[in-house]
T-cell receptor, first 112, second 111 residues
Framework: KAGVTQTPRYLIKTRGQQVTLSCSPISGHRSVSWYQQTPGQGLQFLFEYFSETQRNKGNFPGRFSGRQFSNSRSEMNVSTLELGDSALYLC???????????FGDGTRLSIL | QKEVEQDPGPLSVPEGAIVSLNCTYS??????FMWYRQYSRKGPELLMY????GNKEDGRFTAQVDKSSKYISLFIRDSQPSDSATYLCAMRSSDNNDMRFGAGTRLTVKP
């Protein structure tokens, strides 16, 4: 069974640009959550989607947004990139809300 | 004070040793407790998933939860060099899928 797939694996952008990251959950999983991982702050929750609806949102500015499609695939968008947005962005999927979450290998975003 | 506290280490042990990893937390609403293992350049891998207090064993791994003390532990028996990784504790409440993570403990098992 394929795991959580995130694309691209690596991305380099400059300040002010915007970026879209993609996540394909494990087959049969309908809940997708996004996290940001940095050396200083560790893993921080961004948002969670279930059945195309955002159920929960972490403490991040409105520049961070996401969506989920009818096939449970999810995208995350960051606009007006800042240097501090450099991080590993991780997607996790679960069968449903409040179920064990399984992570992909992340997209490493570097802002120049 | 952080919601979840975890000693970042690093922790270095000889092969075959018993490893003890710990986290403390402050939010009494946390009901679900997880341990993840993360290798370099990879995403976290779910090792243990427990609900409320008690022990859970899976092979060489044992997870313990003491809700009265707000303290959770992961024990690794007969540690192997392949166990060298960063171990993250995570927890959440019963009605919220927003997981809170510890900082991670970096473990090295030396042959």
């Amino acid at each position: 069974k394929a795991g959580v797939t995130q694309t691209p694996r690596y991305l380099i952008k400059t300040r002010g640009q915007q970026v879209t990251l993609s996540c394909s959950p494990i087959s049969g999983h309908r809940s997708v959550s996004w996290y940001q991982q940095t050396p200083g702050q560790g893993l921080q929750f961004l948002f969670e989607y279930f059945s195309e609806t955002q159920r929960n949102k972490g403490n991040f500015p409105g520049r961070f947004s996401g969506r989920q499609f009818s096939n449970s695939r999810s995208e995350m968008n960051v606009s007006t990139l800042e240097l501090g947005d450099s991080a590993l962005y991780l997607c996790a999927s679960s069968v449903g809300p409040n179920q064990p979450q399984h992570f992909g290998d992340g997209t490493r975003l570097s802002i120049l | 004070q952080k919601e979840v506290e975890q000693d970042p280490g690093p922790l270095s042990v000889p092969e075959g040793a018993i490893v003890s990893l710990n986290c403390t937390y402050s939010n009494s609403a946390f009901q679900y407790f997880m341990w993840y293992r993360q290798y370099s350049r990879k995403g976290p891998e779910l090792l243990m998933y427990t609900y409320s207090s008690g022990n859970k064993e899976d092979g060489r791994f044992t997870a313990q939860v003491d809700k009265s003390s707000k303290y959770i532990s992961l024990f690794i028996r007969d540690s192997q060099p392949s166990d060298s990784a960063t171990y993250l504790c995570a927890m959440r409440s019963s009605d919220n899928n927003d997981m809170r993570f510890g900082a991670g403990t970096r473990l090295t098992v030396k042959p």
